[in-house]
């Protein structure tokens, strides 16, 4: 037999081989996010889903703050997946005492070393506009909606009155692969943000 015979190069089998190949190179073609770019590199090592569990509190009418509050098992849940090579979907789901909280989703883009979220929606009169940044530290994930310690909160309206985005920080031990990921992509949050960072890239066009 000759070494054409053992490599045919038409029928059923040469034909499976051809599509392994194809398939194999257009897996190594995809973006390597965390190979090529800085950013790349800081979206490889953020995306995951970060959850902390705690025992929170309910105030009782008529007791001082700690006396005799309702507990309750609560959560924090932040959420970081790719969207393109430099950008997030960020969502964040804080909880504070006396059953407040903070609830925000977008897409944030690489700036400075950190991902950063510029809401789209104007802000209310004599309000800073709602700018978060998310960023990794050696042993924790930290968002903050200030522009520097001494400056506003920005992003207050995504907030209860106890709730904050200002200096949150969750351990990086916290993270978890997303095994749900369709339908996180699935979700009405996903689509919005999509949706509204589209048409912020487009105004933004010269």
Not at 17 to 34: D, H, Q, S
């Amino acid at each position: 037999m000759t070494d054409h015979d053992d490599f045919p190069n038409h029928g059923p089998e040469a034909t499976m081989k051809k599509i392994v190949l194809i398939l194999a190179c257009a897996f190594f073609a995809l973006p390597a996010f965390a190979a090529d770019t800085p950013a790349g590199k800081l979206i490889d090592d953020m995306q995951g889903v970060y959850k902390h569990r705690f025992t929170s509190g309910i105030i009782s009418p008529g007791k001082a703050p700690g006396e005799a509050d309702e507990k309750y098992e609560a959560e924090d849940i932040i959420e970081i997946v790719p969207y393109d090579a430099s950008h997030i979907y960020l969502r964040a789901e804080l909880q504070f005492y006396n059953g407040h909280s903070c609830s925000i989703s977008g897409i944030a883009g690489y700036e400075n070393g950190a991902l950063v979220y510029h809401d789209p929606q104007k802000p209310l009169e004599g309000e800073p506009h709602c700018t978060l940044k998310v960023e990794l530290t050696d042993k924790n994930l930290r968002l903050s909606d200030r522009a520097n310690p001494q400056a506003p909160a920005s992003c207050r309206m995504y907030c209860g009155a106890r709730g904050s985005l200002s200096d949150y920080s969750i351990a990086k031990s916290a993270k978890r692969k997303i095994r749900y990921l369709d339908r996180l992509k699935a979700s009405s949050e996903y689509a919005q943000a999509v949706e509204a960072f589209k048409k912020q890239a487009q105004a933004t066009k010269p």
